[in-house]
């Protein structure tokens, strides 16, 4: 059978990775199937000439075609080849009818659904970053992932081990309100004791990342009426979440060292902190400073929330000060954690630590919104730390984000001496203040053009006009060679702009 053009266009956006080309011809053929593209009774070409003119496997087209037949997308007609399935050939049950478009449909398109939002927080400034980020050459971006550093063998050893029969009969029932007992073990033991902390059983929950440990800690804790402390400039999803759940949030005083354990502290119920690395500014909070919060929390009855997203990427054997929650006796510090900016925020893997009182009323809450995360991945992950892996991970990945950093400050005095640098040991990120007059906007646009990408400052602020003239380098996801030619145009458009 002559291939055609059109089967060449069908398969034109594949990606020559020989592990994935039976899996992506397979995904590309359902999908023609599913919206239409190739219509019931096609027939598809043969595995030979479709391997020639792809230039690939015959086994490899005949492992696709299995597969489809075996979901009942393709049917095998003897002497005849393969052909998209029919009504005919498929199962009743199989073959859902679709509705087609009515008068009530159409209505419903036409409803006013801004009318009916009891929030409105796509109106909220956010955090945007370029979806297309990887296909830019410099991105100096915060807390993206970088495909170099990923141990993408040792993931898949994990992911292979997490995968047999027996595993999966452990990890595929519903778990209900439970977590991995493998990857909460591994935390407990491995994880946990690295920032000074001993969980007892029963005082870790698993979440979808960190926001994911925000979120439901506010919902926990703040009400309508509920004072709550953040910090400004700080997390704007996280100052987002307090503002919908209550009338009295408050901008917390900060200094270079961090939240100041005021007046204004002692009256707030509940106070987010990122004391490791504050966020944006990657201030350290000097061990000093950690004990008068934790003092003035006891004495006032305030809850710290600990949002320590970035702690365990630090070089082996640098002196890291202790956490809040590992300082903590009156048992006031809730603590969360994840493994997006260690591992990759993709895996969606994070976790809060607390008294049990507390993890028992965030696992009604979890079962109520999604009942556990994903339990596959988790096994994958404990057995990935279980191996020894993510300890091998973390030599390797701090070793090259410091030389990363070291580069950085050695080439911004020369290269923007107008600017103001801050970068605190063990952050992945610069805080630069721009000379005065400069609007990190409009240089966020002209770098983008020119394949720079960074992050403004002024979505970190409570008034955005207070961070104008301030952005972001993060070198997570840049390319170690990549970064003096990229500061390079940095650094002529911010010479312009003066």
């Avoid at 209900?176 to 994880?191: A, F, G, S, T």
């Avoid at 082996?316 to 900016?341: H, N, Q, R, W």
């Avoid at 965030?362 to 404990?382: E, W």
């Avoid at 801050?422 to 240089?443: H, M, T, V």
């Amino acid at each position: 059978m002559q291939i055609d053009s059109a089967w060449r266009l069908l398969f034109g956006g594949m990606e020559r990775d020989p592990q994935g080309l039976s899996l992506q011809i397979r995904g590309i053929i359902a999908q023609a199937i599913e919206t239409g593209v190739l219509a019931p009774d096609t027939r598809m070409p043969s595995s030979r000439g479709l391997a020639e003119a792809l230039g690939i496997s015959r086994n490899t087209v005949n492992a696709a075609y299995q597969g489809l037949i075996d979901d009942g997308f393709l049917v095998a007609r003897e002497r005849s080849g393969c052909f998209v399935a029919t009504a005919e050939d498929k199962p009743a049950a199989s073959s859902p009818a679709v509705p087609a478009a009515t008068a009530a449909t159409t209505a419903a398109a036409a409803t006013d659904w801004s009318a009916r939002f009891a929030i409105r927080p796509s109106r909220l400034p956010q955090i945007t970053k370029p979806r297309d980020w990887m296909d830019h050459p410099y991105p100096f971006l915060f807390g993206q992932f970088d495909p170099s550093l990923f141990p993408t063998n040792q993931w898949r050893e994990s992911v292979k081990a997490a995968s047999s029969v027996q595993e999966i009969t452990r990890w595929a029932r519903d778990m209900i309100d439970d977590d991995d007992p493998d990857l909460l073990e591994q935390l407990r033991l491995k994880v946990l004791p690295r920032r000074g902390i001993f969980a007892a059983p029963g005082e870790v929950i698993i979440t979808i990342g960190s926001q994911h440990a925000l979120s439901m800690l506010v919902q926990l804790l703040v009400g309508r009426d509920t004072p709550v402390g953040v910090e400004n400039p700080g997390y704007p999803d996280l100052r987002h979440m307090v503002g919908l759940a209550t009338g009295d949030m408050r901008a917390l005083t900060c200094d270079r060292h961090g939240v100041v354990p005021d007046a204004l502290f002692a009256g707030r119920r509940v106070a987010f902190v990122t004391v490791g690395h504050q966020c944006p500014t990657t201030a350290v909070m000097p061990i000093g400073r950690r004990r008068e919060l934790l003092d003035a929390a006891a004495r006032h009855g305030v809850v710290l929330v600990e949002d320590d997203y970035e702690s365990d990427l630090s070089v082996e054997g640098e002196a890291d000060l202790p956490c809040l929650k590992s300082l903590d006796k009156a048992g006031c510090v809730i603590y969360t954690g994840s493994f997006s900016k260690i591992l990759a925020p993709g895996l969606r893997i994070g976790y809060v630590v607390a008294p049990r009182p507390v993890i028992d009323e965030l696992r009604v809450l979890r079962r109520l919104m999604l009942r556990h995360p994903p339990t596959n991945n988790q096994r994958s992950l404990a057995t990935f730390i279980l191996l020894g892996h993510y300890r091998q991970h973390l030599r390797r990945t701090a070793a090259v984000l410091e030389e990363r950093a070291a580069r950085i400050a050695d080439l911004l005095p020369e290269l923007m001496p107008s600017c103001r640098a801050r970068r605190d040991f063990g952050a992945k990120s610069f805080w630069i203040e721009g000379p005065p007059g400069l609007d990190s906007r409009d240089l966020v646009r002209a770098a983008r053009a020119q394949g720079v990408l960074i992050e403004p400052g002024d979505v970190f602020f409570i008034d955005p006009a207070e961070g104008r003239r301030f952005f972001r380098l993060g070198f997570t996801s840049i390319a170690t060679h990549r970064i003096e030619p990229g500061l390079r145009r940095l650094a002529g458009l911010l010479s312009g702009a003066r």
